[in-house]
């Protein structure tokens, strides 16, 4: 249950950091939208450890720590790992190019690749 729980809270973490691209794209303002593209950064760390601590979790063969053997059963542990290494890997570029103008291109072409392997994770 833990398991279930905080992959969909970081699955919900991570829809809420596209939010802000989103509504640029179509000019959509508002309060909620300002909101959440002022904390763009912290959404993504959160979410990053709720999938961290979920990966753990589902991983974990320990008899109060997840399910472990149905992760492997039901074949979803490549995906998952992909999907968090490209979650890392747009966090990591997020905190190197964070200083730079104009931001690095880089770390959005990881956020499709993220998306997409999330999209084959979850469903």
């Known amino acids: 249950m833990m398991v279930e729980f905080l992959g969909w809270i970081g699955f919900l973490l991570f829809l809420g950091t596209l939010v802000p ?6 000019r959509l303002n508002g ?3 300002k909101l959440l593209s002022q ?7 959160a979410s990053l450890a709720a999938l961290t601590l979920h990966g753990f979790f589902a991983l974990s063969s320990g008899r109060h720590w997840g399910r472990g053997a ?3 059963v039901n074949g ?3 995906s998952g790992v992909l999907a968090w ?3 890392a890997a747009v966090v990591a570029i997020a905190l190197k190019a964070s200083r730079h103008k104009p931001f690095v291109r880089t770390h959005c072409l990881v956020v499709i690749l993220l998306a997409l ?7």
């Open 21 to 26: 691209f989103f509504t640029r794209r179509i």
């Open 31 to 33: 309060a909620s939208i």
């Open 39 to 45: 904390n763009h950064h912290a959404i993504a760390l």
């Open 70 to 72: 149905g992760v492997h």
């Open 76 to 78: 979803n542990i490549l």
């Open 85 to 87: 290494t490209a979650l």
């Open 117 to 123: 392997l999330v999209t084959v994770h979850v469903f």
